[in-house]
């Protein structure tokens, strides 16, 4: 690991370790995979985590290291709960989220970003402790989300994107800002996508009026 964090290449004058490099481009493979609603979205997200927590760590930003290590965790619960939730006609099923279900997740979001900057401040664990646990918290709220099924995980995504782009320009990773932008574009897709497909499927089911 040593090795690709201290080798990489220069584009546009900026220099992208080799582990950063790869990381990303695992993590973007992974939003085009879990559009497809395809169970290699959670090995890939295995690989990526692996090397964005030494990019992390060695960029100081403890919450976005960290947060890995807890992706690694619902990368594996995402992984089980797919093969339990697909159907042999339409895939993966997907649903919208009950109101129960959203309030959980702002909840979530809010409390967890609290505690989370807190405790990021306290250890000193970084230098940017709100932003750093907001992405921290909002992308294990998506995760989990996302292994449940709901089409919601992909409005908490544009949340973690809006947030990491600056951060990333601030803690000079220009490579990693730039496919948190690309995120964004593949994450409004996928919304769209994801709706669609449950759309196609609850038209289907007897007696369900499907909202648009």
Known sequence: MDFLLHHGLTVFGQWISTAELAGQLCALAVVFLAERRTLWAWPVQV?????????????????????????????????WAWVRRRDPVYGVVVRRGRGVERLAMAALFGAGTLAMALLLDALDASWAPWPDAAIFVGTLVAFGAQGLGLVEFWLVWLVVDAIGVPLQ???????????????????????????????????????TRVPR
Not at 60 to 79: F, N
Not at 174 to 187: D, E, K
């Open 169 to 207: 320009i601030r803690a000079h990773l220009w490579f990693s800002a730039a496919v948190y932008l690309v995120f964004a574009g593949l994450v409004i897709h996928g919304w769209w996508s994801w709706n669609r497909a449950r759309r196609n499927r609850e038209s289907h089911l007897p007696g």
């Open 47 to 79: 690989g990526a985590t692996v090397l964005l927590f030494a990019v992390y760590v060695s960029a100081h930003l403890g919450g976005l290291a960290a947060r890995q290590v807890a992706i690694l965790l619902i990368s594996i619960y995402g992984w």
